[in-house]
């Protein structure tokens, strides 16, 4: 195999995407606590009370805590690992409970709940948007470039392709 730029290159790119891949790996499964804001995906439940809203994320093990302008404020890990489930706030301290595993045959894109009304677009980018009974709008939505960064098949699907293209350059080589 003759080693070139083009073959350093690819090599990068694929160590990177294994690198990334058990990176996501261990903070699904909570081997690897990441405080900061993961997009929105595999959405649980969403809850907007104390003025903040939760929203529940399955396969990161986590509730996200946004403010009422839609801004990450924290996280609460859930040690759920990767089970659908429904919480419930209890308190201003983000204390929680979380109930039975939920269905995955329950609508989940509209929550009316007695301070607000729940949207979330289920098309990617997830979006929420929550309507307070104030009058108040507030918008969750993650970005396509933050989406695409923080999801494993496309860091799987890009280590395949990197290693199917030095496979097929170094076999018109021969």
């Not at 081997?31 to 990161?60: H, L, M, W």
């Not at 209890?90 to 995955?104: A, G, L, Q, T």
Request: proline share 2%; no cysteine; aromatic share 14%.
């Amino acid at each position: 195999m003759k080693i070139n730029t083009f073959n350093i290159s690819l090599l990068i790119i694929a160590v990177y995407a294994i690198i990334r891949l058990i990176f996501l790996q261990l903070v699904s499964v909570g081997s690897i606590e990441y405080q900061a804001e993961i997009p929105i995906s595999s959405i649980q439940n969403v809850q907007f009370t104390n003025d903040r809203v939760y929203v529940g994320i399955g396969y990161y093990n986590r509730i996200q805590v946004y403010n009422n302008q839609g801004k990450y404020l924290k996280m609460i890990e859930t040690e759920n690992y990767m089970k659908d489930f429904w919480f419930q706030i209890v308190d201003e301290k983000d204390n929680y409970i979380i109930d039975k595993p939920i269905s995955r045959d329950i609508d989940t894109s509209n929550y009316v709940q007695p301070d607000a009304t729940i949207t979330i677009k289920h098309n990617f980018p997830y979006e929420i948007r929550i309507e307070t009974n104030k009058g108040k709008e507030i918008l969750i939505k993650n970005s396509i470039f933050q989406s695409l960064y923080f999801n494993s098949i496309i860091h799987f699907v890009l280590l395949i392709s990197v290693l199917l293209i030095i496979r097929l350059y170094n076999y018109k080589e021969l």
